[in-house]
C-alpha cells in the first residue's frame, strides 16, 4: 500500500453559484510536482470555465525521482528499467485520483454547498463531465495515461510529443543529463545506441507507444479518447516534430488556417470532431539539426493564450475542435515586448 498526496481546486465561480462542475485532471511537467495546479493561469481558467482541478505526482517522473534517475545515469544506465517501470505504477495512482475524485470525495461535505433554490445540499463535482489536461511532461506521458484511463473521451495535450528518445536532444532540459552521458560515452554514436535502446522501454509509459490506439480505444478497458494538441513552433523544451509524429499516429487534422502545412496531416476547415493538432508559431527559427533552438523559449506561451484557452473549454464541452484564432495562430511580437 501507499499514501498518494492530491490536490484539488475549486474555483469561487462554482461555489457562488452552487453549481457543479466538470471534473479536470491535470498532468504537471518535467520531474515536478502537483503544486503546478496552483499556477494563475490555470486558475483563472478554472474559475472562468468552472472546473474542478485536481493532481497528483507523477511518480517516476516527479521531484522525488531526480536524485534517484542521477544516480542510475552515472552508476547503472542498465536499471533504465526504473523510470518507465515506477511510471506504471503513475498510471495506477493517477487512475485511482479519478476514482476518489468523482466518488467518494463528490460526496464528502468539503465539496458541497447549500442549494439556494430549496436548501438542499449539492455537490460541485459533475462525476460525468471529466477531462484531461497536460502539459510538457504531462502531454508526454498523457497521451499513454489517456489511451489507457476508461474515465473520460477527449484530452489535451500542451507542448507534447515524443518518442522520448527523438526529443531528449532538442531539448534544453536535458542538457545537465547529456553532460553526464557525453562524460561516459564520448563517441555520440554510443549516446544514440543507448537512447534507442531505452526507448524500447519507454514506449510502455509514454504517449508514442499509444498513439495508435488512443482513438480507438483498442486497450481493454479503456474508452476511445479525442486528442488536442496545442504546441508552439521553436519550442526549446519539446520540439513540434514530436507532436506531429504522435498526431500522425492519432489521425489528427490541422485546424482552421494552419500556420504551416504538416506532412501527413490534412487541414479540417470547419468544426471537427475528431483529434487535432494546433501549432503557434512566434517567429522562431527551428534549427534543421539535433539541437534546440536558441533565444526566447514559447515553451509557456500556448497554455496561457486565451485564444487557446478557449479552445480547450470548448473541446471540453462539446468534443469539437474550432478555430478560436480567426486566422493562423501566431504573434511574432510575443517576445519583443
Not at 457543479?20 to 515536478?32: D, T
Not at 472546473?51 to 507523477?58: G, H, L, Q, R, S
Not at 516534430?241 to 476547415?269: F, K
Request: charge should be negative.
Amino acid at each position: 500500500e501507499t499514501q498518494v498526496p492530491f490536490t484539488v481546486i475549486v474555483p469561487n465561480s462554482l461555489v457562488d453559484e452552487a453549481r457543479p462542475g466538470a471534473v479536470v485532471q491535470y498532468g504537471h511537467g518535467l520531474l515536478g510536482g502537483q503544486g503546478e495546479v496552483h499556477t494563475s493561469y490555470l486558475a483563472e481558467m478554472a474559475n472562468r470555465y468552472g472546473w474542478i482541478v485536481f493532481a497528483v505526482d507523477w511518480t517516476g517522473m516527479k521531484d522525488d525521482d531526480v536524485s534517484a534517475i542521477t544516480l542510475m545515469l552515472v552508476n547503472n544506465l542498465d536499471q533504465f528499467a526504473m523510470i518507465p517501470e515506477r511510471s506504471h505504477q503513475g498510471f495506477v495512482e493517477f487512475l485511482y485520483a479519478m476514482e476518489l475524485v468523482t466518488g467518494p470525495l463528490a460526496r464528502d461535505p468539503t465539496l458541497m454547498v447549500e442549494d439556494p433554490a430549496d436548501g438542499s445540499m449539492i455537490s460541485l463535482v459533475d462525476p460525468d463531465r471529466r477531462h484531461y489536461y497536460g502539459n510538457s511532461q504531462g502531454a508526454i506521458m498523457g497521451g499513454a495515461y489517456a489511451a489507457i484511463a476508461p474515465y473520460f473521451d477527449t484530452a489535451v495535450l500542451g507542448v507534447g510529443g515524443g518518442p522520448y528518445h527523438m526529443l531528449l536532444t532538442r531539448s534544453r532540459d536535458f542538457d545537465p543529463f547529456f553532460m553526464i552521458f557525453k562524460t561516459m560515452y564520448p563517441d555520440p554514436k554510443q549516446i544514440a545506441l543507448w537512447l534507442g535502446l531505452m526507448q524500447t522501454l519507454w514506449d510502455s509509459a509514454e504517449g508514442s507507444g499509444y498513439a495508435n490506439v488512443i482513438t480507438d480505444g483498442l486497450i481493454p478497458g479503456s474508452t476511445p479518447t479525442r486528442v488536442l494538441q496545442q504546441v508552439a513552433i521553436g519550442d526549446a523544451q519539446v520540439t513540434t516534430y514530436g507532436a506531429h509524429i504522435l498526431a500522425r499516429g492519432q489521425d489528427a487534422r490541422l485546424i482552421g488556417t494552419p500556420v504551416r502545412p504538416v506532412w501527413g496531416l490534412e487541414t479540417a476547415s470547419g468544426p471537427h470532431a475528431g483529434s487535432a493538432l494546433v501549432e503557434w508559431d512566434y517567429g522562431i527559427t527551428v534549427p534543421s539539426t539535433n539541437t534546440p533552438p536558441q533565444g526566447d523559449d514559447p515553451h509557456e506561451a500556448p497554455r496561457r493564450a486565451r485564444a487557446g484557452q478557449d479552445q480547450i473549454d470548448h473541446f471540453f464541452r462539446t468534443g469539437e475542435v474550432i478555430d478560436f484564432c480567426g486566422g493562423p495562430c501566431q504573434d511574432l511580437e510575443a517576445f519583443s515586448r
